[in-house]
């Protein structure tokens, strides 16, 4: 099963991606620039910054001919070579990004992260970076035929829900489920305290409830957890111990370890499964859950944030936090108007 691809025109994202090279197991665009969030007027803002993901199979490789093609989109650390921009980008959450690129009459970011890493978050959200974003809509703009890339890409889609699951009451609206399922990589993010539209999380799902009904609803009709009455958009699931046990248990590796690093105090070690049994039982599950994800969140975004200084090069940084900022303004001005 392949991460759906949504539909609408791909054209302009394409006319991008052909200026890079083409050697790349998976392309996605994301963000305000592709899809319509809360407080834009009909559509993607045209004004808005085009973000973009690519995955790549030898990033140094591929750093190489990207230099050769598109030089200037590099800070100065295009001066050291390839081996050195992949040094950087295997830091903090392994993504290299370049941002407020001019590309076909658009300023453009993208991120270069290699296959093998991309597929470690999706499976084990050892950063919750990308994994994160890709448990939101994106247009998906190539894809090769990894078969390992491609389960992957589905059990993140997964490990979302039941993430969102443990953390829900017993009966919620699909949109609570959506709304706590893109929250997932913000939850412990610091640039959500200054930096990013605090509304951001609604206003990324309540125009786009049908993006997220494309990506899970076939999840949600094959779990045997949960009650799907799609018709009625209401969801009913098993909150008994033994229930949110089974779910602690398919959880991602890195959560798990950071549940247990929580809840097992310094020199106990027990068992994993001895210890998300006793969480199971505990009548404050989901916050504990929701603490371990923060973990995993707030330090990649840490780190993240403090490589942009070297890919972006410190104009480029200030210019862009000064957009975030302006947005996030903006965003609030709109909540209390």
């Given amino acids: 099963m392949a991460l759906p691809a949504l539909s609408s025109s791909g054209v302009k994202f394409r006319r991008v991606l052909a200026h890079f090279p083409q050697e790349l197991s998976l392309a996605f665009a994301y963000g305000s620039g592709v899809f319509r969030q809360a407080g834009d007027s009909a559509g993607p803002g045209e004004n808005n910054m085009l973000d ?30 390839p081996k050195q921009i992949n040094s950087v980008q ?31 978050d999706l499976l084990h959200w050892k950063t919750l970076y990308v994994a994160g974003r890709l448990q939101k809509p994106v247009k998906i703009l190539t894809q090769n035929e990894n078969s390992k890339l491609q389960a992957a890409l589905v059990s993140n889609l997964k490990s979302a829900v039941t993430a969102a699951f443990l953390m829900l009451p017993e009966s919620f609206s699909e949109e609570d489920l959506y709304m706590q399922i893109a929250g997932l990589s913000y939850t412990g993010d610091f640039r959500m305290i200054v930096g990013e539209d605090r509304s951001k999380v609604q ?25 799907y009455k799609h018709h009625l958009g209401r969801l009913e699931i098993d909150k008994s111990p033994e229930g949110q046990f ?27 499964e001895e210890i998300l049994l006793q969480v199971a039982h505990d009548p404050d599950c989901g916050f504990v859950v929701h603490q371990g994800i923060s973990r995993i969140v707030r330090s990649s975004s840490v780190v993240q944030s403090a490589k942009t200084i070297l890919t972006a090069g410190v104009k480029k940084s200030v210019t862009y936090s000064m957009k975030k900022l302006y947005k996030m303004t903006k965003g609030w001005l709109r909540k209390t108007s």
């Fill in 52 to 81: 973009f993901v690519f995955a790549v199979d030898d990033a140094v490789t591929w750093h190489m001919m990207n230099l050769t093609k598109n030089k200037s989109h590099y800070s100065f650390l295009k001066v050291l070579g």
């Fill in 246 to 272: 089974a779910q602690l248990m398919s959880l991602p590796r890195t959560l798990q370890q950071k549940i247990t690093s929580l809840v097992d105090p310094p020199g106990k070690n027990r068992d994993v």
């Fill in 203 to 227: 206003n990324i799902v309540e125009p786009n409830v049908p993006h997220f009904q494309k990506l899970y609803s076939n999840i949600l009709q094959d779990c045997p957890q949960v009650v």
């Fill in 90 to 120: 295997n830091y903090g959450a392994g993504i290299y990004y370049n941002t407020l690129v001019p590309c076909n009459g658009r300023i453009i970011k993208y991120g270069v992260i290699s296959t093998d890493t991309l597929i470690d």
